[in-house]
């Protein structure tokens, strides 16, 4: 299992108990509202939230505590605990290769053979439609059941291509900070083998400091409103910050928006100043 800067955390969460430092943070601990920042970065705070939580301390920082409860299709972030089942079964490893049928689809980068890697980076759709075939419904279940990811639904087996696109999964973007605390500090119930694997393959960002693992999601709808998703946390030195953001996306123009808020906010509380 490879060691970093989550080591001191979690050598304090041996003493401390990790349900009691996860779920309870220190009294001292409070959340600071930071929707002038997201108004800063031209966003509209009515339909936009993001939760940023530093895991030494508890500190959080939230704009639109309210939304943050919200529960929506997690859409490709989904990719996230779908990747730790698929590892954590055997269904594949970084080694697969994930063959293209030869059937076009909507984006270029889908249309050629994958592997886990490349799928999770371009949110492959057919590859993890593959995956969850392969597991099947209840390990699917079963699987997102034991990471206790959002609401945990995936419906019935002819859901099982589509389930975490079509609203029968979701999960808000409070209950993806605390699922992704848990997988940084590797206290979910998964083998050294499937974190080392999975924390490679969601490596989206670094500089000499710091590294970033992340996923995207585009919650796409004919009759609703799209919703856009950026999670995923920062290592930076000693320090951890999760964070999870979601926004109505009225327009395509919206997508970039996902990241470059989420950037200039973590900036902001200075996610970035590693020691």
Not at 47 to 59: A, F, M, Q
Not at 122 to 142: K, L, N, P, R
């Amino acid at each position: 299992m490879k060691t970093g800067p989550c080591c001191a955390i979690r050598r304090l969460i041996s003493t401390l108990g990790i349900w009691g430092f996860l779920l309870a943070p220190p009294a001292s601990a409070e959340e600071v509202d930071i929707r002038h920042l997201v108004q800063k970065n031209q966003s509209a705070i009515e339909t936009t939230t993001i939760l940023v939580k530093r895991l030494s301390d508890g500190r959080v920082w939230v704009s639109n505590p309210a939304r943050a409860r919200q529960r929506f299709s997690p859409a490709s972030t989904s990719k996230i605990p779908h990747t730790l089942i698929a590892l954590e079964n055997g269904i594949a490893d970084a080694s697969t290769v994930f063959g293209w049928d030869g059937v076009l689809r909507p984006s270029r980068a889908w249309n050629q053979d994958q592997t886990l890697a490349s799928a999770f980076r371009d949110s492959t759709v057919w590859v993890y439609q593959e995956i969850a075939g392969a597991a099947g419904q209840q390990v699917m279940s079963e699987g997102l059941l034991n990471l206790g990811y959002g609401y945990m639904i995936i419906g019935d087996k002819a859901q099982l291509s589509a389930y975490w696109l079509d609203d029968t999964l979701r999960i808000s973007a409070r209950e993806q900070t605390e699922f992704l605390s848990k997988l940084a500090l590797e206290t979910l119930p998964l083998s050294p083998s499937t974190y080392a694997t999975a924390k490679d393959i969601m490596i989206s960002d670094r500089m000499a400091n710091w590294v970033i693992r992340s996923k995207t999601g585009w919650r796409h709808s004919k009759d609703s409103m799209d919703i856009g998703w950026f999670v995923g946390w920062v290592d930076c030195a000693s320090e951890i910050y999760v964070f999870a953001l979601n926004m109505d996306m009225p327009d395509t123009r919206s997508l970039a928006k996902r990241k470059s808020i989420t950037y200039a906010i973590l900036q902001d509380i200075g996610a970035f100043d590693c020691a």
